[in-house]
């Protein structure tokens, strides 16, 4: 009776195998504009097998701020020129600056039957 379990198992292990619901991929980015991932010798993946996260693109946030600027000085010895600093407060808009570029190795995500692919971050050099 065991061994008709062991079997089952290993039976059920090679179909899950088999199905491969999602797997770790790298790449490396060869084009941007189209975008373009080398995978291995055989494989290059283009723009409409690729998805991306907020991870890999330029995005915008809302951030609050509150604090002073530093002291700077003008010239000319004129009181208007003095050393003085200014508030900066309030709600504002930055950029993150976290685009694809050439060469940048990519760790992606492949969706089940391997037709996607999710680029979920860049290696840190």
């Known amino acids: 009776m065991e061994d008709i379990l062991i079997e089952f198992q ?3 292990q090679g179909v899950l195998n088999a199905q491969k619901l999602c797997t770790i991929v790298y790449g490396t980015i060869i084009s941007v504009e ?8 055989k494989l290059t993946l283009k723009k409409e097998q690729l998805k991306l ?4 693109m330029d995005y915008e946030v809302d951030m609050t701020v509150d604090h002073v ?6 010239g000319a010895g004129e009181a208007s020129f003095a050393s ?15 685009g694809l570029v050439y060469g940048d190795k990519v760790t992606m995500i ?8 999710l680029i979920i971050d860049k290696e840190v050099v």
């Open 69 to 74: 600027t530093e002291n700077r000085s003008g």
């Open 10 to 12: 290993k039976i059920v």
């Open 110 to 117: 492949r969706a089940h039957g391997g037709q996607q692919y």
């Open 53 to 56: 996260t907020r991870a890999v």
């Open 84 to 98: 003085h600093n200014h508030e900066y407060k309030g709600r504002k808009k930055f950029l993150i600056h976290n």
């Open 34 to 41: 189209p975008l373009e991932v080398f995978v291995d010798q």
